[in-house]
């Protein structure tokens, strides 16, 4: 059974409640093949997916944490500098095998301030014995609050490709179009994926995306098997508070 049935099992495809899931997690032994921990940076958009992403790292074995910020979680644009002040601490204490920046919709700026950030990023995940991973965002609907900074954010994966590819293997880009394709897109199969807003995710794209983000880390640490959706997509989390709005 694929994602949409298991979600419409579960009825994650209905309305959302503005509560948090009750269900709760165990914490994860130590995962195979290198990836031993997985640290989360991005907007409200990554806290979002990373309540489904907590149950299916949890079902694979792997220890993830998200830091990902309500108000911004960018390294370069606005916050910026508000987030580096404490973004080193906490991705040193996090100790991390593979730090995961899901590139934000603030991420605003020149390419050579967006690939001046994305250098800083990488020598600070480096110094913590980390690789990066970086992951494009899903594109979104354009309010007029976004609408004049389209251009930047178009371009801000091409400036994070160009730090992967001078970082000797220390960086990757993964795009997720295959997760969301070229346009925001409200639902798949008739049911929601993405929020009314324009931005953020619904409970099926939150799933769709761990169950892609987890194929794609497969693909790069041979030890590391992903547990089927079966074992995490029930677990009660599309009650969380992050879904209000599908």
Known sequence: MGLTGLLLLAGLTGACS???????????TPGKGGLSTVLLLGDSVAAGQAVALTE??????????????EGGGNVVGPFADKNWAKL???ITAARPSVVVYQITTYDWGSAQEQQAAYRRLLGTVTDAGAKLV????????????YRPHLAEMGRAPASARAVAESSGGRAVVLDAGAVWGDKYQRTRDGKPDRSTDG???????AARFANW??????????????AEPTEWANTGWSADKHFVGC
């Open 18 to 28: 503005d509560t948090t899931a009750a269900t709760e997690r165990p914490a994860a």
């Open 56 to 69: 299916a790292f949890a079902a694979s074995d792997v220890r993830f944490q998200s830091v990902a910020s």
């Open 88 to 90: 080193p601490g906490q």
């Open 134 to 145: 970086f992951v494009t965002a899903p594109p979104i609907r354009p309010d007029d609050f």
């Open 199 to 205: 931005i953020h995710t619904c409970p099926q794209g």
């Open 213 to 226: 983000l987890l194929g794609e880390l497969a693909g790069r640490y041979p030890g590391f098997t992903p």
